[in-house]
């Protein structure tokens, strides 16, 4: 289930189940959103992106949804495997196309159990 | 090329040292980023570099130093830090006027201890 709180929102799924990750964004005006994977200790690793002019995009066992009129941003994983565990964080592009930065969201850990 | 290299993945300064923290990309990208990230949080920005130049400076202290020696490489230089600035300091690069769907590529990071 789904726990948030003082502590990072964990999500846990069985090996093999699909997992839905969810990510409420807060500028409306947002053009461009990209989802990372975060492995203990290391970098945020991209994972699928997608621009405000698309409402889904799908990569290989990863799709993006993305629904402007709540501002609500979703990655779901099919057929998860024990390598999938990790942190995943939404992040959005105020401006999009520019050296702008992004600014994150606070992240779910997502833990497969076997 | 498609990586951004920092070094060194992990240093411990005291509150009187001056340290600095590197980073390199070779793809090209003409902007350049340093982000502060403390455990169990998401990454914060702290300095944009483009084209070189300082463009976003988000109030970070001055102990704090950026530089961009050239197109390639980025710095950040540590002086008179507190143990509070202890994180995970990550370096990312992108085209500065990106087409569709080009992305941000980040660093491993230094994982910086204060002392």
């Known amino acids: 289930g789904e726990s948030v709180g003082l502590h990072l929102p964990t999500l846990s799924v069985q090996e093999g189940d699909n997992s839905i990750i969810n990510c409420a964004y807060s500028?409306?005006?947002?053009?461009?959103f990209i989802w990372y994977k975060q492995e203990s200790g290391k970098g945020p690793q991209f994972i699928i992106d997608?621009?405000?002019?698309?409402d889904k995009r799908q990569g290989q066992r990863v799709t993006v949804l993305l629904n402007k009129t709540v501002k609500h941003l979703s990655l779901q994983i099919a057929a998860t495997q024990p390598g999938d565990s990790a942190v995943y964080f939404c992040?959005?592009?105020?401006?999009?196309?520019?050296?702008?930065?992004?600014?994150f969201g606070k992240g779910t850990h997502l833990i497969i159990q076997p | 090329d498609t990586e951004v290299t920092q070094t060194p993945k992990h240093l411990v300064m005291g509150m009187t040292n001056k340290k600095s923290l590197k980073c390199e990309q070779h793809?090209?990208?003409?902007?350049m980023y340093w982000y502060k990230q403390k455990a169990k949080k998401p990454p914060e920005l702290m300095f944009v570099?483009?084209?070189?130049?300082?463009?976003i400076n988000e109030s970070v202290p001055s102990r704090f130093s950026p530089e961009c020696p050239n197109s390639s490489l980025l710095n950040l230089h540590l002086h008179a830090l507190q143990p509070e600035d202890s994180a995970l300091y990550l370096c990312?690069?992108?085209?500065?006027?990106?087409?569709?769907?080009?992305?941000?590529?980040f660093g491993s990071g230094t994982r910086l201890t204060v002392v």
């Open positions: 570099y483009s084209y070189e130049k300082l463009s």
């Open positions: 500028n409306s005006a947002s053009d461009y």
């Open positions: 793809m090209g990208h003409r902007a």
């Open positions: 992040a959005e592009d105020p401006l999009g196309g520019g050296a702008d930065g992004l600014t």
């Open positions: 990312a690069s992108s085209q500065v006027h990106r087409g569709v769907l080009d992305g941000y590529t």
């Open positions: 997608i621009r405000s002019n698309m």
